[in-house]
């Protein structure tokens, strides 16, 4: 279960990256139950939240340009 939900995070942060998704559009693209338990288990994984995720992902890459 350990490597299937990493492997579910992993996908999640791409989508984020798109900018495309809602989180809870991602949520439910990859079958989580509900927004609470993606994001519970997103941070368990990450340490951050998948909102936190993309706003840092934002700042670093406004810093790279």
Same mark, same amino acid.
């Given at each position: 279960?350990?490597?299937?939900?990493?492997?579910? @995070?992993?996908?999640?942060?791409?989508?984020? #990256? #798109?900018?495309?998704?809602?989180? $809870?559009?991602?949520?439910?693209? #990859?079958?989580?139950?509900? @927004?609470?338990?993606?994001?519970?288990?997103?941070?368990? @994984?990450? $340490?951050?939240?998948?909102?936190?995720?993309?706003?840092?992902?934002?700042?670093?890459? $406004?810093?790279?340009?």
């Amino acid at each position: 279960i350990e490597f299937r939900q990493k492997h579910r @995070i992993e996908k999640a942060k791409q989508l984020l #990256l #798109l900018d495309t998704y809602s989180v $809870g559009e991602i949520a439910d693209e #990859l079958h989580f139950s509900d @927004i609470y338990h993606f994001s519970k288990t997103f941070k368990k @994984i990450t $340490g951050i939240s998948p909102l936190s995720y993309l706003e840092k992902k934002k700042i670093n890459k $406004g810093q790279e340009d």
